[in-house]
């Protein structure tokens, strides 16, 4: 099984509809992030999160939310889509370098869910 | 504020050939050094990583060395195979966050 999991991993909806990606983790990582993939523009923050009660906004998190429900658990809403929002979404989960310095180490990546919106 | 730059894609290389993708930084303080590989249909992995200057980060035959004075991370591999093909994203770690390049895509032709 994968150390991070993502899903759906592929979903087609409507302009306007809520739609929600969840993410679920068993690497034990206190850090959580959802990043957007673009062509052409590489990946984007969009929230991060450092344990269940801190969330960040990241550099494009305008039209979504985020819950961290659990350690394991973080999910990205987008409450009213857009076609814009078409795009495939990263969830991923990090530790502290090793040293324990404040600074993210290796990024963990799900497999991704690539969102259409018509 | 913090930001990477690397290469346009798309990269085509003939197998065995000499590979370089460059790139470079810039960061305020110390930032610490990746570069991650996205293979078709999956998430990103990291490649290697250097956390101070003048580090070397190998792994698959892929070096980078963390030149502070150039603000460079580059990427070389001495003799690409086919499996090579894929997205190469350079990525610095500062500041609490991550932030990634746009991306390079290689090509390998056998």
């Known amino acids: 099984d994968a150390d991070v999991t993502q899903t759906p991993r592929n979903r087609i909806t409507k302009t306007g509809k809520r739609i929600m990606l969840e993410c679920s983790q068993t690497?034990?990582?206190?850090?959580m992030y959802w990043y957007r993939q673009d062509p052409g523009l590489g990946l984007r923050l969009i929230y991060y999160?450092?344990?269940?009660?801190?969330?960040n906004k990241g550099e494009i998190s305008d039209g979504y939310s985020v819950s961290r429900q659990a350690q394991a658990k973080f999910s990205l809403s987008l409450e009213s889509a857009i076609p814009n929002q078409t795009a495939l979404y990263f969830c991923a989960t990090s530790s502290f370098l090793a040293g324990g310095l404040s600074t993210p180490g290796e990024l963990f990546f799900g497999e991704g869910s690539r969102l259409t919106v018509l | 504020g913090n930001s990477v730059t690397q290469m346009e894609g798309p990269v085509t290389l003939s197998e065995e050939a000499f590979l370089t993708i460059n790139c470079t930084y810039t960061a305020t303080g110390y930032p610490s050094l990746f570069w991650y590989v996205q293979y078709p249909g999956e998430g990103l992995q990291l490649l290697l990583k250097?956390?101070?200057?003048?580090d070397k980060g190998s792994n698959k035959g892929f070096e980078a060395t963390y030149r502070k004075e150039t603000t460079s991370f580059h990427l070389e591999k001495g003799s690409v195979q086919v499996s090579d093909s894929a997205v190469y994203f350079c990525?610095?770690?500062?500041?609490?966050?991550?932030?990634f390049g746009k991306g390079t895509r290689l090509h390998i032709l056998p």
């Open positions: 250097a956390t101070k200057a003048d």
């Open positions: 690497k034990g990582h206190d850090r």
């Open positions: 990525a610095l770690s500062a500041d609490d966050k991550i932030i």
């Open positions: 999160s450092f344990d269940v009660k801190d969330i």
